[in-house]
């Protein structure tokens, strides 16, 4: 199930008090089980937001979310029963028992055997809740808010140079490549590699805009590549960027011939953004159509794997690093404050120094935390992200699944759940 244990209860607990409920004429004994029903849930809402976190770390707790999530979602079913009783009295109270269609569509209903069958189904529920409620002292649950402060935040694919922190090096090194024409290739490969987080891709978009770049080509070309390297649709894609003209359901064949003819003899700049393809044979068949263009032309190709640029081509390859903790600290205190407000708040930087140290040079990391932390001045916000046990979890060097797992639990969980349902699509959609 993609959703979230809090976002059921929240949903069933707010059924609960609905207006609807108190419509029907209940029992004493339903009206008292569905009063503690809504009790024990509140009191278990309380602890599910740590729950959920924790839960990394413990499979114990995992089965026991599952557990509670069932009953939660049988509850939900009763409830709806409910409200179609509701529903259905509510139009006979209108139109009448004179009216035969309504008679038909709903049938008789005898209220007796209605509160008898719906009392035993809402005393099992609660039964089943308070039985598995009993289990969470046992995994040391806090209490925790639901926070739906959100921050937002616009980016754009234009990088300015105060954007950029730290990569003056690797973009003159880059550079430099690009302007090198003494390769016996017209058209030469360049790799930006490096782990998911470093700054590939904004490292290749400082490139990309920069001034010298732009008077060295007589064509730029972007085409974020994604794990679906298919050739039509590049070609396409760097055809359009040309200046070349584009319909629907063109074919193959259409498009290399206009590719390779508005390419021919001019010196062009191809950026290929994010690329996953380790199939050599469909490399080749899209190098063969850029293969025209004029001496000097080059193709940026940005990946995380070696083994995408050993199977492309042979270039030149630039391994990306990680920040150092200086311009780290620089690029956290831009997310985390408002220009010159870090000054305010000495205590809240030296654990944004120690926050910093954790995410190992690696710049989304930083930035997500401090992103995570902007507008938040107590000292118990910043010093849970420091001490937060997520930390302690195994992982591969300069790893940032940490980084981005404690940026989402601290999401509100109304997020939470988007973010879930957000990653059935495949990557890239």
């Known amino acids: 199930m993609t959703e979230l244990a809090f976002s059921v209860a929240e949903k069933v607990i707010e059924k609960l008090g609905s207006l609807a409920f108190q419509e029907i004429s209940l029992t004493r004994n339903i009206e008292s089980d569905l009063q503690k029903l809504k009790l024990t849930m509140s009191i278990i809402q309380a602890v599910l937001l740590d729950a959920e976190e924790k839960q990394t770390q413990n499979r114990g707790l995992t089965v026991w979310l599952e557990q509670l999530k069932d009953v939660f979602h049988d509850a939900m079913d009763v409830l709806d029963e409910f409200e179609c009783e509701d529903l259905r009295r509510q139009v006979v109270k209108t139109h009448g028992s ?88 017209k058209v030469s490969v360049i790799f930006i590699v490096g782990i998911g987080g470093l700054g590939k891709t904004t490292l290749a978009q400082w490139v990309y805009n920069d001034v010298r770049v732009a008077g060295s080509f007589n064509s730029k070309i972007w085409v974020c590549v994604s794990e679906d390297f298919n050739v039509l649709k590049l070609a396409t894609e760097i055809l359009k960027s040309a200046g070349g003209g584009i319909s629907e359901n063109m074919s193959m064949d259409f498009v290399q011939a206009s590719l390779r003819s508005i390419l021919k003899e001019r010196r062009f700049l191809i950026v290929l953004d994010d690329v996953w393809n380790e199939d050599r ?75 910093v140290e954790k995410c190992k040079g690696v710049p989304l990391a930083v930035k997500t935390l401090g992103s995570l932390l902007y507008s938040k001045i107590e000292e118990q916000d910043w010093i849970s992200i420091r001490d937060n046990e997520i930390w302690k979890l195994e992982h591969k060097e300069k790893d940032i699944l940490q980084a981005l797992r404690l940026s989402y639990n601290k999401l509100p969980s109304y997020l939470k759940e988007c973010f879930a349902y957000c990653s059935l699509y495949p990557k890239g959609f």
């Open 98 to 185: 004179t009216s035969r269609k309504v008679r038909r569509f709903f049938s008789s209903s005898n209220p007796i055997a209605f509160c008898n069958k719906m009392g035993h189904r809402v005393k099992e529920i609660r039964e089943r809740l308070d039985l598995i409620a009993k289990d969470r002292d046992q995994f040391q649950l806090e209490v925790r808010l639901d926070d739906k402060r959100v921050v937002h935040r616009e980016t754009h694919s234009f990088v300015r140079d105060c954007d950029v922190i730290g990569r003056d090096a690797d973009k003159q090194k880059i550079i430099d490549l690009l302007m090198h024409t003494g390769n016996d290739r």
């Open 281 to 355: 044979d469909k490399w080749i068949e899209l190098e063969n159509f850029l293969k025209e263009g004029g001496h000097g032309s080059k193709i940026l190709v940005t990946t995380r794997s070696h083994k995408v640029a050993s199977t492309m081509a042979p270039g030149s390859i630039h391994d990306l690093k990680g920040l150092p903790n200086k311009d780290c600290l620089s690029l956290f205190l831009r997310r985390a404050f408002i220009e010159g407000q870090h000054e305010q708040y000495p205590k809240l930087v030296k654990i944004g120094e120690q926050i």
